[in-house]
């Protein structure tokens, strides 16, 4: 769902520098991907990112090193984890790594609401936790995390900071998390931490830990294997540098936006271009937050009604799915997007998230993957118009840059998100949660008449990607 600029307590730093650190190569971090959830849902995962988003340096060189992280793609890219190790001794847990929040948290033996699909944190066999007297709750939009305010050691990638503050989970909503996956990491700026601290990797890079003041992500693409996947190799997550195997040609960087301050990692949309039609974006309306914890796309509303006028037979859904579009299954939906500089495709099978029933005469229709997020949600200073999400993401190398404070893509390799191997067609619908909320499971649509209109189509599955939005 964050801009640069990290400010660390200095009493940090040398615990920080004391602890092991991974060799000058880059360590990747795999990433997986998680259960799908109900279309019925999706309503409040659109609710939820809207909440999320409703807020209100130095040059030299770097003398540290870089990991690159394995990324796990769970159920068809509905999200994206990575590992993530707590305590002494460690404990291993997968979490959401999320670039549109700021707070690590886990779920903890203590919760009372969490299932055995969610691996807990122990802190009873961790001799170097330690818990204050703080309770702190993280609002979703339509649920929330509570737990108490803690610190502990954590590591990934081989990177370690012994004393970082996380959020030990007593209570979490109804599937707010996919089966497996523990918690949550964020990778944006602190400004938007709800602990109001410095996240992992903004302690790694203002205590001098890594070789290049930035980090990348490669999210593989799932969503159109015939079959629904548990887990999969889901990418890579280079902490500290890039991987320079998984990109051709030069990153492009893009600086934030000018008056802009860290919080989201921000860009601008100048252009998008659907069925060949090019829109314009103006200033005020393409604050654009990138956030590898979202699915989808989201714009204004008026923007959105341009898209979606260019693709014939396209219509917008109502009643409780109002804000999605769906179109013809048949039709095919070229779409690029421009920060300012390249104009990036997009794949038309990230456009198609799958069959949701049939229109009016009996056509098939898909629901598309840029939705309407409101005319609200960018008013105020540094609060985005559009979420730029795993829709875009998975198309492109994405470097996040703390200095100078900008946004990179580049083109991926060769042979680099393919349609898998045996798919046949687009699997379900599968969104990630515009706001941490999980959407319904995977139903069939078979049963829709040809008279039934889409607003009443419990046949579509939407499930959330890796967006778990915190609302601050």
Request: hydrophobic share 35%.
């Amino acid at each position: 769902m964050i801009l640069f600029v990290a400010l660390f307590a200095l009493s940090v730093v040398p615990f920080v520098l004391a602890a092991p650190q991974p060799s000058l190569d880059p360590i990747h971090v795999p990433l997986l991907r998680r259960n799908p959830h109900n279309v019925e849902d999706l309503p409040k995962a659109l609710a939820a990112l809207k909440a999320k988003y409703r807020i209100g340096s130095s040059t030299t060189k770097r003398a540290g090193n870089s990991a690159s992280i394995p990324v796990i793609d769970e159920q068809n890219d509905s999200s994206y984890s990575g590992q993530v190790i707590l305590g002494t001794p460690p404990q291993t847990f997968q979490v959401i790594l999320d670039t549109g929040s700021s707070d690590l948290w886990v779920v903890t033996t203590s919760c009372t609401t969490c299932t055995s699909d969610e691996t807990p944190f122990d802190a009873s066999k961790s001799s170097s936790y330690k818990a204050s007297d703080s309770q702190l709750t993280i609002n979703y939009g339509s649920g929330s995390v509570k737990g108490t305010v803690a610190e502990d050691t954590v590591s990934c990638g081989g990177f370690t900071v012994p004393n970082q503050e996380f959020l030990a989970a007593t209570t979490v909503v109804d599937n707010l998390l996919a089966p497996g996956v523990s918690g949550i990491m964020g990778l944006g700026f602190q400004p938007i931490s709800s602990l109001q601290v410095s996240p992992f990797w903004q302690t790694l890079f203002s205590a001098n830990m890594l070789s290049e003041p930035l980090f990348g992500f490669y999210l593989a693409r799932w969503d159109t294997s015939s079959t629904v996947i548990t887990e999969a190799p889901g990418g890579s997550f280079t902490l500290g540098g890039t991987n320079t195997s998984l990109y051709t040609g030069d990153i492009e960087y893009i600086d934030m936006p000018n008056g802009s301050t860290p919080s989201y990692w921000l860009q601008q949309v100048s252009t998008i271009t659907v069925q060949g039609k090019t829109l314009q974006i103006s200033s005020s309306q393409g604050l654009a937050a990138i956030d590898t914890g979202t699915t989808l796309i989201g714009a204004p509303t008026s923007t959105v009604s341009e898209i979606w006028s260019a693709v014939p037979g396209a219509e917008a859904l109502t009643g409780q799915y109002a804000g999605m579009y769906a179109f013809p299954c048949t039709t095919t939906v070229t779409a690029s997007i421009s920060f300012g500089g390249t104009n990036w495709p997009i794949s038309s099978d990230d456009m198609n998230l799958g069959q949701v029933g049939t229109n009016s005469a009996g056509t098939p229709m898909c629901i598309g993957g840029i939705f309407d997020i409101g005319s609200t949600v960018g008013t105020g200073s540094g609060v985005p118009a559009w979420i730029v999400g795993d829709t875009f993401l998975k198309n492109v190398y994405t470097v996040f840059r703390a200095n100078p404070a900008s946004v990179g893509f580049a083109t991926l390799a060769s042979g680099l998100n393919t349609t898998p191997s045996g798919s046949s067609g687009t699997s379900p619908a599968s969104i990630t949660g515009t706001n941490g909320v999980p959407l319904p499971s995977p139903t069939t649509s078979s049963g829709l008449s040809s008279h039934q209109r889409l607003s009443a189509f419990p046949a579509a599955f939407v499930t959330l990607l890796v967006g778990y939005i915190l609302a601050l």
